[in-house]
């Protein structure tokens, strides 16, 4: 385990996000680290790979940095690179909510609930937890009990929450995400939507997991993450499988993407199911002329 891999962000201004993606490029490159990080305006995400000399290195520079003072860091060990490249790049958004008026976290956001408190709170009466990813993240891995939103991208969850408040009236409501980016935001909305006890797991899922207290009680099946590994155990206690096989229904938590590379959904299937059906999700896209799997075999 002589690698790291890092998980991070923080809401902060960055006034020019073309140069400070020069700057941040360059240093990655300096610490031969590999991954995806974004620059916006509102701030800064990103998740990277590295030598643990690297990425020590890396994070001392960031927290010493004007702008990103107060920025923190999940932190998993790992053999070998989670990524295959290095991507630095501008983004009008961290995370969109596909608002017309966007929220700002710093301005408004739901209190920050820590691990132990979080599993405390989950179990009690007039409490909902909600899960702030996608259909396909919860499907692999979430909180016993947590409502699935049934959305496939986060900008679609403004209208889902609109169409079911149902659930949430005069409920203490908390939000989940993988590392705590999306709650910021989301649990900011819900706040400015008239929802009053509104609270958001500080550091995320990723957070949960490494708690010595909770580590990770009451998380059911594993966290996708969004690098090569596709997804990381949570729960230290016990290892329950939610996920469904997406050909046969049994249980599973094997991951791969549709192989038409139109389409591209992620799947959760074995391996034999994946040859049996060309690694694609319908036998529509089985028979599309770029199917990634047949030009896999023929190649
Ligand atoms: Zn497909």
């Not at 996608?134 to 986060?154: C, L, M, Q, S, W």
């Amino acid at each position: 385990m002589n690698y790291q891999v890092l998980l991070f962000y923080l809401y902060t201004d960055i006034d020019n996000p073309e140069a400070f993606v020069t700057e941040h490029t360059e240093l990655c490159k300096k610490l031969n680290l590999l991954g995806r990080v974004l620059i916006a305006k509102e701030g800064i995400n990103g998740t990277v790979s590295g030598l643990i000399s690297d990425t020590d290195e890396y994070m001392a520079i960031l927290q010493q940095h004007p702008v990103l003072k107060g920025i923190s860091f999940k932190v998993d060990p790992a053999s070998q690179h989670a990524f295959k490249k290095l991507h630095v790049r501008v983004r009008d958004f961290l995370v969109n909510l596909s608002l017309e008026d966007d929220v700002n976290p710093r301005e408004i956001t739901g209190r920050y609930v820590k691990p132990k408190d979080f599993y405390q709170q989950m179990k009690e009466e007039d409490t909902v937890v909600i899960d702030a990813r996608n259909t396909y993240e919860y499907d692999v891995g979430h909180f016993k009990g947590a409502i699935r939103p049934d959305i496939e991208t986060f900008r679609e969850l403004p209208q889902w929450i609109k169409e079911n408040q149902q659930l949430l009236q005069g409920k203490r409501i908390l939000t989940y995400c993988t590392g705590g980016i999306r709650c910021e935001k989301f649990s900011g909305w819900l706040k400015r939507e008239g929802y009053e006890d509104v609270g958001q797991l500080e550091g995320g899922i990723a957070t949960y997991g490494q708690d010595e207290e909770v580590r990770g009680k009451d998380w059911l099946g594993q966290m996708v993450v969004f690098d090569e590994r596709l997804s990381v155990p949570i729960n230290q206690l016990e290892h329950v499988i939610v996920g469904v096989d997406h050909y046969d229904g049994t249980p599973q938590e094997r991951m791969f993407n549709c192989s038409n590379p139109d389409c591209n959904k992620r799947l959760i299937g074995s391996e034999e199911n994946e040859r049996l059906h060309m690694g694609a999700c319908s036998e529509e896209c089985a028979k599309h002329p770029r199917n990634r799997y047949l030009n896999k075999i023929i190649s």
